[in-house]
C-alpha cells in the first residue's frame, strides 16, 4: 500500500507530505548533472515496472521498490526518479493518486535516500562480503522506513486507520528480506563490473 489513493490522507498530511517531497526533488534538480540523466532514468523505469507487480498479502499488497538500491546509486536523485515513476503510474493506470503524489513520493524515496546517504559511502569503500551485507541492510532499511512512513501518515490522518497501519507495517517485513537479497546482489555485481555506477547520481556534491 506504498501508492496511497486520493480520497484517504487528510489535509494537513498531504501538505505536510507535499513540501517534504518537493525540497528533495529540488535538493535532487540542483545536483543533477548531464552524467546522471540517463542513469536516473533507467532507475525510474525499473522502479515504475516492479512497482507495477503487487503480491496480496494479507488485507494489502506489497511491490518491490527498490529504495535502497536508487539511494546508493542516485543520492537525492532518487527522489526525482520516484517521483517520475509515481506520476506515470497515477496518469497511465491509476495507481495511486495525484494529490497524495508528494506524500508517496516521500514515503518511497525518503528513506532509500536516507540509507544510501548513511550507508553509500562504507558500501563503496567495502569488498566482498561486507558490501554485500551493508547494501542488504541498506535495501531491508528502505523497506522497512516505507512502511513505518506508509503507516504513520495513515495514522496521522485518522485515528480510525491506525490499527490499519499497524498492519500495513508488518506486511512490510517479508519484502524487507526480499528487497535485501535484491540490493546486495545487484551492488555486488557492479562492484565487479562497473563500481563507477555505485556512485551518486549528482556529481554536484
Known sequence: MAHIPDG??????????????AAGVAMALRRLDDRAIVRTAILSA????????????????VHLMLGGLMGIMLGWGAALAVLVGLALQAVMFGIGGVTTLGVNTLDIAGPGVVMGL???????????????????????????????LVSLVLAL??????????????????L??????????????????EPAALEPSGAKR
Open 8 to 21: 484517504i490522507l487528510s489535509a494537513p498530511v498531504l501538505i505536510g507530505g507535499g513540501i517534504v517531497a
Open 46 to 61: 525499473a522502479f515504475f515496472t516492479v512497482s507495477l507487480i503487487s503480491v496480496p498479502l494479507g488485507p494489502t499488497s
Open 118 to 148: 548513511l550507508l553509500g559511502p562504507a558500501i563503496r569503500r567495502a569488498t566482498g562480503t561486507r558490501r554485500g551485507v551493508l547494501a542488504g541492510v541498506a535495501g531491508a532499511g528502505a523497506v522497512l522506513g516505507t512502511g513505518a
Open 157 to 174: 490522518s485518522a485515528p480510525e486507520y491506525t490499527p490499519v497501519a499497524r498492519i500495513v507495517l508488518a506486511t512490510y517485513v517479508p
Open 176 to 193: 524487507a528480506l526480499v528487497e535485501a537479497a535484491i540490493t546486495a546482489a545487484v551492488v555486488s555485481f557492479l562492484a565487479r563490473t
